[in-house]
């Protein structure tokens, strides 16, 4: 009787880990799935900006906390029977939900704000399921804790099989879901795996119920202290800094290499995997290794945020930062799980490292764009790092900061006198030496490494403010980085690391300024517009201002419009002061502020002659003005005889392939030149590719004759549509 009695009592506790597991890592991989799944569903509906996928971003951050808040009172003032049943009715009313879609009726409206729309429509469409997925990371793990499974006293080892989950679905979404599936099918997937997940809830919940007694555990965490204020403010900073790091790794990377396939995916996962080594128990260096590691990273992204290591990333410096940028978050998830509470106040725990994390994309995301005219965001959360991310033994104290900041003083003075007095222009050698002479001041003040990397840091950051950089205009919006500088006698507008336009300084005060570059009179695009179609064209419309360069091949007579998503591109566009291609050429005409798709299907009674799609400047592919919806919504704004443009200069994917499948789908004739250019006779006449359309060959008119344009032949792929569009397969 015995003998059976304590095998009964030992079945539970084998299973319950296994059932545990499994039902975190489920609910993680949905969770993390659901993210890319709903912004794909959506995108056609809002646009593509960059605005869209930070609004994405700080939906899913502030729903988290409201998950992890949700988990943390209903654990501490309900029985596990009762919350069971709660969250149980939850999934069910979440289920409602599902299939994933855009809620019924709902409409872009031009006259609102963008960011509150999106928002609503992220909160209405998949607001209660991913409320609900969110909340089961922190809530299992507290079901385990009053469960009789092995370490139910310290459950946080669940965390790192709910991050594994993560990592999973954060990978298998861009490999293996979108190169198969479309968005619908990959939503009824996602539907199923929703509805199991519920009986992996009730089989948990269920098994912790079989475990230690409520009130028993309840009482235990009365007569545990509650952690300190001090204690969940270091919480929050050991959470705010790999999350603001991993944005602002992100963004870098994106802003100097351009938008390659799955950027932004490598330092997600890695973000995730940091957890899944630290919350698991395992290290891959010991302490002090560890803490090496951690002050060589932050010298190197203080360098590279601040433009010592150069203004551009290459392939190793890429690595590099992406190697520096998980050094620092495994260093501070490793300090994080050290300063774990118990169990009884796991939950809270969890809510406050939510907070943290959104704290820091809301940092990045929202208050960056605002507060900064660079990309200074990632030398503030690094100088963050230096000093107040560092273990016991390496902790700044009051006399160490006051000698750092002295050092830095001193060090930074004779340099920014002789830049302000001998005008020294070099600005990257000016901040180098400005950088050492704080390091080494410090160390012979003091010989401690926290000191010297606090006065390096200081040094970097206000020597970005007030060193001069060589930008005669700079300015940053919610959709980029705008720069305009003077080199070798063109004036240059730079978004991002991409060059938007020039002008020739000499043009200035011409009446007619020569297009350069992409742009330039011997190029496919100003064939186009000097052809005998171009040149009897009563309406042209350019999606896409950069600099206006294209607005000097009007012809009287003509009616211009332009579309532009970024109010400050068309301000440096139509400053005399910075170009004059639109002051001289095309004052007059209007330029439509938005998502020139939404704006389009908006424009029912414009009908053009001749449209450009130029919004292919960045090695970034705006999918959703790719696909083959897009490319018929321009059909119904250009006449029947009109010609359709797509300028699709790109250094890594070859979007001519699927414009060749839509276009034999709808039946055009279909047209490519890839213009090598003539820089060294011309510095101005640079390569392009540019893809023409028509609905019959008359319409080319002599374009048709013209060797220079190949027939473009579909090579047999999938057409892309809103539903299905997969960037791996454009790869050049």
Not at 264 to 290: G, H
Not at 332 to 343: D, E, N, T, V
Request: with cysteine; net charge neutral.
């Amino acid at each position: 009787m015995y003998a059976t009695d304590t095998d009964s009592a030992a079945r539970p506790s084998v299973l319950t880990p296994v059932v545990f597991t499994g039902t975190i890592f489920l609910s993680a991989s949905l969770l993390f799935f659901v993210q890319p799944l709903f912004a794909k569903i959506v995108l056609p509906q809002i646009g593509g900006a960059p605005a869209v996928w930070t609004t994405a971003m700080l939906f899913f951050q502030t729903v988290l906390i409201g998950g992890y808040l949700y988990a943390h009172l209903v654990a501490r003032h309900l029985p596990v029977r009762a919350q069971l049943v709660l969250h149980l009715l939850l999934w069910a009313g979440a289920l409602v939900f599902l299939p994933l879609a855009i809620p019924e009726g709902w409409q872009y409206d031009a006259g609102r704000p963008a960011v509150w729309q999106t928002l609503m429509l992220f909160g209405l469409g998949v607001g209660v399921p991913f409320a609900v997925l969110s909340a089961n990371a922190p809530l299992l793990q507290s079901w385990y804790a009053r469960s009789d499974g092995p370490s139910a006293e310290d459950p946080y080892f669940l965390y790192g099989a709910s991050n594994l989950g993560s990592l999973v679905a954060l990978l298998a979404f861009p490999l293996v879901a979108e190169p198969l599936f479309g968005a619908t099918e990959i939503g009824r997937g996602w539907a199923a795996g929703f509805g199991l997940l519920g009986a992996f809830l009730l089989a948990s919940g269920l098994l912790a119920a079989r475990g230690r007694d409520f009130v028993t555990h309840a009482e235990a965490s009365v007569r545990e202290a509650r952690p300190s204020a001090a204690t969940i403010g270091r919480w929050v900073l050991l959470a705010f800094v790999p999350s603001s790091m991993m944005l602002a790794v992100t963004t870098k990377i994106s802003t100097d290499v351009g938008a390659i396939p799955l950027v932004w995916v490598i330092p997600l996962a890695l973000y995730l995997l940091s957890f899944v080594v630290t919350f698991t128990r395992r290290s891959f260096l010991s302490p002090v290794m560890l803490r090496v590691a951690y002050l060589g990273a932050l010298g190197w992204l203080g360098a590279l945020f601040t433009g010592l290591a150069g203004a551009h990333l290459d392939f190793w410096r890429m690595g590099l930062l992406i190697l520096s940028f998980f050094v620092v978050a495994l260093f501070a998830h490793q300090k994080l799980y050290a300063a774990r509470p118990s169990g009884a106040h796991l939950t809270l725990f969890y809510l406050v490292m939510s907070v943290g994390g959104a704290l820091g994309g809301l940092f990045n995301s929202v208050l960056a764009p605002v507060v900064f005219k660079s990309l200074a965001e990632g030398g503030v959360t690094t100088l963050l790092a230096t000093t107040l991310v560092l273990s016991a033994e390496m902790r700044l104290t009051r006399p160490l900061i006051r000698r750092g900041l002295i050092a830095g003083v001193l060090a930074a003075l004779p340099v920014v006198i002789a830049a302000r007095v001998v005008l020294i222009d070099d600005w990257l050698v000016l901040k180098l030496i400005m950088f050492a002479m704080a390091a080494f001041a410090a160390i012979a003040l003091r010989r401690t490494l926290p000191a010297a990397a606090l006065a390096a840091g200081l040094v970097m950051v206000s020597g970005t403010y007030v060193l001069p950089d060589g930008y005669g205009f700079r300015d940053r919006s919610f959709f980029g980085t705008h720069r305009v500088t003077d080199q070798a006698g063109m004036r240059m507008y730079t978004n991002g690391t991409t060059l938007h336009g020039a002008e020739r300084l000499t043009d200035y005060g011409a009446a007619r300024p020569e297009p350069q570059y992409y742009y330039h009179p011997n190029g496919p695009m100003a064939q186009v517009l000097t052809s005998e179609a171009g040149l009897e064209a009563g309406r042209v419309g350019i999606v896409g201002l950069g600099v206006g360069a294209l607005a000097c091949y009007r012809q009287a007579g003509q009616d211009w419009h332009f579309y532009e998503i970024d109010r400050v591109v068309d301000d440096i566009a139509r400053n005399p002061a910075l170009f004059t291609f639109m002051s001289s050429c095309a004052a007059d005409a209007p330029t439509h502020l938005g998502d020139a798709r939404m704006v389009l299907a908006g424009q029912e009674g414009l009908v053009y002659d001749i449209l450009i799609i130029d919004a292919y400047g960045s090695d970034a592919v705006p999918m959703h003005l790719t696909t083959h919806e897009a490319m018929q919504l321009y059909l119904d704004r250009l006449a029947p005889d009109g010609l359709l443009v797509y300028h699709i200069s790109n250094r890594y994917y070859a979007i001519e392939r699927p414009l060749s499948r839509s276009a034999e789908a709808l039946g055009l004739e279909a047209r490519i030149q890839d213009y090598e250019g003539n820089e060294e006779v011309d510095p101005g006449d640079s390569g392009s590719r540019v893809v023409l359309l028509s609905r019959s060959e008359r319409a080319l008119g002599p374009l048709a004759r013209d060797e220079r344009w190949q027939p473009l032949a579909s090579d047999g792929g999938r057409v892309w549509t809103d539903d299905f569009a997969n960037l791996l397969t454009i790869l050049k």
